[in-house]
């Protein structure tokens, strides 16, 4: 079993940039993939991105790619997601997540464990 614990949100300027980080305790992060979801208000709970076990392969939703990037640090079981050039529609509650499988995935129902979330606030 893993704790996850979100933090380094914020409100941000559209164009500027926010580094989130996921600590986890319990189990070693190095034995799950890793993903981050968003959720704004009144919508469902979507992808952002993922990164395997090793990092050594990675996934984003296309409405982030390029902008931001997942980067782990398995010996201080911490996860990141580095945003750059941010949008008002990035504006949602982000959350981190494990999955026990070999595989990373894309999908919500597909991850074991959440954190409890983060705010993160785009204005325009």
């Known amino acids: 079993q893993v704790q996850l614990v979100e933090s380094g949100g914020g409100l941000v300027q559209a164009g500027g940039s926010l580094r989130l980080s996921c600590a986890a305790s319990?189990?070693?992060?190095?034995?799950?993939?890793m993903g981050w979801f968003r959720q704004a208000p009144g919508k469902e709970r979507e992808f952002v991105a993922a990164?395997?076990?090793?990092?050594?392969?990675?996934s984003y939703s296309n409405s982030v790619k390029g902008r931001f990037t997942i980067s782990r640090d398995n010996a201080k079981n911490t996860l990141y997601l580095q945003m750059y050039n941010l949008k008002p529609e990035d504006t949602g509650v982000y959350y981190c997540?494990?999955?026990?499988?070999?595989?990373?995935?894309?999908?919500?129902?597909?991850?074991?464990?959440w954190g409890q979330g983060t705010q993160v606030t785009v204005s325009s």
């Open positions: 997540a494990a999955d026990a499988s070999i595989l990373i995935t894309t999908k919500a129902f597909g991850y074991d464990y």
């Open positions: 319990g189990r070693t992060t190095s034995s799950y993939a």
């Open positions: 990164i395997s076990r090793s990092g050594g392969s990675t």
